[in-house]
């Protein structure tokens, strides 16, 4: 039975009062109000693309976040060199302090570094786990905004993807040098694109798809790390864009109440599209199935969806360009993703 709820919010100097209608499956809004961060954020028009990786080229290899170790990622650096790129390690790669490759000072001037040097045309990261987010107060990025290198990681890296996606710098959601090689499609698709090259998406149409078409810039990465930086200087900029979601060992509940922070701080309705990666490692519980979670929140939004695309936590992890500009298309056929700048 539905019931009728006062809610007042403050909003900015106003106070907003409206009556929703509530009932046992879904509180129907039509309207979310932008939360107080993104309100202020203005349409991102033009983004750059860092310069193509060639043979010869120098690429740093950096550890902002959990600690690794030397053995975990030289398998990585070594198909790095073969692609005859120039390998140069952070100080702090095999640093460990508590969870963290170092302490937060090791690893802010270890980044800061790679961002600094005007050789280094790629920066790739050696695991996510956490701490990057912690980095992003310390971080100059004068000289990334001059001259914009590649950055590539993803999971806990997703912090770092959206602060440079925010300054209107692209950036490159694919596999990190800790398990590099596991899938060898993803490592060469993410070779074709760095060196300039089309890698495009495509996937077969499933009942999760909506059809459609739209263009904008895709932003995102892990859902986790995007609910961290709701509210923050950080927050990641939804207007006009297709967001990227995907995570791991996440229970149905707390996808939930992660899509509820995007939709009640006004994120959702900002948006032109939206691409469902792996959720893997995650636990149903007495919840609902994953997919009817997402399309709570997706359907009334009336937007083209690509559901079920190989990138995230699996084994299988196809890079996908963030901050730039793409157009996914779905019919009752294909799902596709088109990344735009690259032939």
């Not at 932008?34 to 310069?51: A, G, K, R, W, Y």
Request: with cysteine; proline share 4%.
């Amino acid at each position: 039975m539905a019931s009728a709820l006062a809610l007042s919010s403050c909003h900015k100097e106003e106070i907003v009062n409206e009556i929703v209608q509530v009932d046992t499956t879904i509180v129907n809004v039509t309207e979310y109000k932008p939360s107080f961060i993104i309100q202020d954020f203005e349409p991102i028009t033009s983004t750059v693309l860092p310069v193509a990786l060639h043979e010869g080229d120098k690429v740093a290899i950096c550890a902002p976040s959990n600690a690794t170790s030397d053995e975990d990622i030289r398998d990585g650096i070594n198909t790095l060199k073969s692609w005859g790129l120039e390998v140069v390690e952070a100080k702090n790669l095999t640093l460990s302090y508590s969870r963290y490759s170092g302490t937060l000072d090791e690893r802010v001037t270890a980044l800061q570094d790679m961002l600094d040097d005007d050789e280094i045309r790629a920066i790739f990261m050696t695991r996510g786990g956490y701490g990057a987010a912690q980095l992003l107060p310390c971080l100059d990025w004068s000289k990334m905004k001059q001259a914009p290198k590649w950055i590539i990681g993803y999971s806990d890296i997703t912090a770092l993807h959206i602060a440079v996606n925010n300054m209107g710098i692209a950036s490159m959601h694919g596999p990190m040098m800790r398990g590099f090689n596991k899938d060898a499609a993803s490592v060469n698709a993410l070779k074709t694109l760095l060196f300039g090259g089309k890698a495009d998406i495509e996937i077969p149409y499933n009942d999760d798809c909506v059809k459609g078409t739209a263009t904008g810039r895709i932003v995102g990465g892990n859902l986790s790390l995007i609910y961290a930086m709701s509210g923050t200087a950080f927050d990641v900029n939804p207007i006009d864009a297709i967001l990227f979601i995907e995570d791991t060992g996440e229970a149905n509940y707390s996808v939930d109440r992660m899509l509820l922070n995007l939709q009640q701080s006004g994120k959702l309705e900002l948006l032109k599209g939206v691409i469902v990666g792996e959720f893997s490692g995650g636990s149903q519980g007495s919840d609902l199935p994953l997919n009817q979670i997402i399309h709570k929140y997706l359907d009334p939004l009336g937007i083209p969806v690509v559901y079920g695309v190989q990138s995230g936590h699996d084994t299988v992890n196809l890079p996908i360009i963030l901050g730039n500009e793409a157009t996914i298309t779905v019919d009752d056929k294909t799902a596709k993703i088109t990344f735009s700048g690259f032939e």
